[in-house]
């Protein structure tokens, strides 16, 4: 019996985001990933590990033990497991070999990157082909960086379509005095790559009202580009001219099928000091967020009520079913194929 | 994939209560009818109108939407439905038609009567062949009505049987100290028709205590018919001579299997004014009802501990078996024939 | 249908305590032993009665009900039960036989012994061949008693072998400050027979602190022997020379796969006063039961996360595998076969 998956899709040979770097202190870290309970700790020289979080011996959670010099101790017999998971003490056995493969914990790949703790979705790949996916700008002395996490009740679709979905901000975000009369039409160009895609938006109109004026105090052309890239982020990028540039990155990790931890770093470049606008970034993006999980988790909720999806779209749902189909294809192993639309919306 | 029927028996073509009239404003109400979701709301004009509670689009509760000018507006990314459940609107969208089939929400038969929403129980149907049921004498100025509604966890035939049950009444209902020494011993006599079945009561003696007091100061001849008419109608009748009529009439909606909704109306025409009695009733039907209600919550939560009712009758239970009996019929379509006994039973 | 079984194994044909003979007073009280709802009363004279907690009538829980003349009155119709579990009165009923088979409540054998009241796991066995299991000393002038109920959420076989299990003593109830390198090796005998099995300690140095004072003042040779006997006992003895002699026997009811309910006496002979001693024992065994209680609950939450057990054992693990096994052959009716072996460990 290995570990469970969730209900719905599994990504292989993906890299989720465990916890930041400043939740993984000196005690052992519960985190389910893709359904799969793991302890995080801390081994000899601070480096990340990971392992399926049950003790092979009794089945208790490695994660209600103490980290010993770089190794986990479980907390009911003692058992100790080191960074590569081997079992290196067993005590009270007199004359006999600890380290047994049988007696080990599975473990899997893990990096310190970006300030997180990244962990590797299949079991007992020590070296993955592919390393984790890289925030932007973090290290570019001309943007600020505004971090946040949350979690929701949503599967990973979506969250990940909620979070790159136009139309709904209108309503879900809008107040209740929008006036839909004042419309303009846009050109969006759709492209879907083999792990990605993305989408340009042409002829958007600046943002109004408080974001508007942090982006760009002076008004100017709009480039907006939103993105998804295999397995978990979600990119929503614009630009307002060489002065302004905001990019808001969300890496998802799906808990299960019904809740994912949202890790969100938006770097940005004004015109006006960062110092000045951060104060506003996070509370405004704690309202939206807010507005957006409480959504996701009715829309959840009646789901499995309803005992599944049965979704309409439409061409307004720029990206949605792009992200569905490329996480149902790297699931699945299916092949990817490249293609490109475009559309035309009112906002 | 459709609406998800509840485990047990779902009445096909049947009216049942969702609401009261005054519980259904100005905002979309959610009400679930034999496991099915449903969201209320008054259209242009203010007829009552009932639709799956899932937006076609991303299956969002159309119950966290808005009324705007009789349309319901869905809170995620605002598309409409008129009372016909048609889609009206898709904001954004450009150069396309609106009300595709697919983008339609299921609707269901509504009716306001009796101060009543009644909803019709097969989607689709607009002009159900029989209307709901109307209570008795409500325009009858002579009779005076008092009407509670309250939620028990119990089934649709476990709580009809209860309401309709005599020889409970003396042990839930009768305090620690009565004198089973006392009885009397009547003649009843029980029919089921088509789709109903009634009880008639010979010999009864005149209720005792505070109720008998109100129904007939000066005592007289009991006639007591209890009835069940599919498919949640539960109703008691009492005459006591020409001046004492009472006629409590209780409506069943069965949210699933486990609960149903209860909408009681107690109409009765007595020798002293209604005013009189009227502060008596309620309390008293409050308290025979919250007995019968831990009852029914306890019973229903060991049937399930115990995988399913294994019920020993004896002739004493007069209609349980027959309410039973006709609503399984109606919900599996079986022919019902016509049946009639007679019993003794000491009260 | 019948009485509902847990998911885990059955143990046919044993006794289990179902309550401690103060909590069985002049009301009904319900008690689920593997899986089964029971109501437990005193019938005409005493005499504890447990029935299945089910009205045949209508599936109410008898629990419900009042006690009147050694008889069980059923809260809802009245019905009664006497201590053979026969209906003796269905209140209302004209010219009929009342006590018809169908309408007699399920029974199990039990008995009141030492305090306790014991109940039968197998329905309708009158006279079982082997009474319930006798705690040993009670009777005994020279011997203290101690007595404590618990529940534990765990499975039997986890529960046993914790209770059993010598190696986490250092762990979980030793603090962080032990020292592993003052380690004693000792021998263990171990033996499996029809319905039991033991492991005799030998070379224990005698227990320090608290404990190690309160056992032995003046030290001793230490004599420790552990047992466990189907279905339900765990049993751990020491002796320290002619003076201290201390059984502590753990009775488990297992209440579903999930949970049991525990009962813990432990008797003592020691050189000082049992007075003195008694203020002493309750505290430290509530400190021990606490830190297993979390550990058990948190083993049987991760068990059941990843759909099962998956142990890897040692010979540390001295008695649990031979539980394990007991309880399987004796749910399963596989016979068992007598089994001996030594080992060695560090203590």
Redesign the interface.
Not at 56 to 61: L, M, S
Not at 90 to 96: I, K, M, N, S, T
């Given at each position: 019996?290995s570990?469970?998956p969730p209900p719905g899709l599994v990504q292989p040979d993906a890299w989720f985001i465990a916890c930041t770097s400043a939740q993984l202190r000196s005690t052992p870290l519960a985190v389910t990933v893709q359904g799969r309970?793991l302890v995080l700790f801390r081994a000899r020289g601070g480096a990340p590990t990971a392992l399926t979080?049950?003790c092979?011996?009794?089945?208790?959670?490695l994660s209600?033990g103490a980290v010993r010099a770089g190794e986990l101790?479980?907390?009911?017999?003692?058992w100790r497991f080191d960074g590569e998971g081997q079992c290196v003490a067993?005590?009270?056995?007199?004359?006999?070999e600890v380290s047994l493969k049988?007696?080990c914990a599975e473990r899997f790949a893990a990096r310190e990157l970006d300030g997180f703790i990244w962990v590797h979705s299949t079991p007992g790949v020590d070296q993955p082909e592919e390393g984790p996916f890289r925030f932007p700008h973090l290290d570019d002395g001309h943007y600020s960086t505004v971090r946040r996490e949350f979690r929701v009740e949503a599967s990973l679709h979506?969250a990940v379509e909620n979070t790159l979905d136009?139309?709904?901000t209108?309503?879900?975000h809008g107040g209740l005095f929008r006036t839909?009369e004042k419309?303009n039409?846009i050109d969006v160009v759709v492209q879907r790559h083999a792990r990605s895609a993305e989408a340009h938006f042409h002829g958007e109109p600046a943002p109004r009202g408080l974001v508007g004026w942090l982006l760009a105090p002076q008004g100017g052309v709009v480039e907006h580009v939103d993105r998804f890239l295999l397995p978990c982020i979600a990119q929503v990028e614009y630009r307002l001219g060489a002065k302004s540039h905001v990019v808001a990155t969300t890496a998802f990790t799906p808990v299960s099928d019904d809740a994912c931890l949202v890790f969100a770093v938006v770097t940005y470049k004004l015109p006006v000091p960062g110092w000045l606008v951060r104060p506003f970034v996070a509370p405004v993006a704690t309202r939206i967020f807010g507005q957006d999980a409480v959504?996701l988790a009715?829309?959840r909720a009646?789901?499995k009520?309803?005992?599944?999806?049965?979704?309409?779209?439409?061409?307004?749902d720029v990206l949605g079913p792009q992200v569905t189909r490329l996480l149902k294809q790297s699931a699945t192993g299916e092949p990817a194929e490249p293609h490109e639309h475009t559309l035309?919306?009112?906002?």
């Open positions: 019996m570990a469970v309970p979080d049950r092979p011996h009794r089945n208790v959670p209600m101790e479980c907390a009911y017999h003692g067993v005590p009270g056995l007199v004359d006999a049988s007696r979506a136009v139309p709904h209108a309503f879900l839909p419309k039409v959504m009715r829309q009646q789901v009520r309803f005992g599944g999806e049965k979704y309409t779209s439409t061409e307004l035309r919306m009112k906002t």
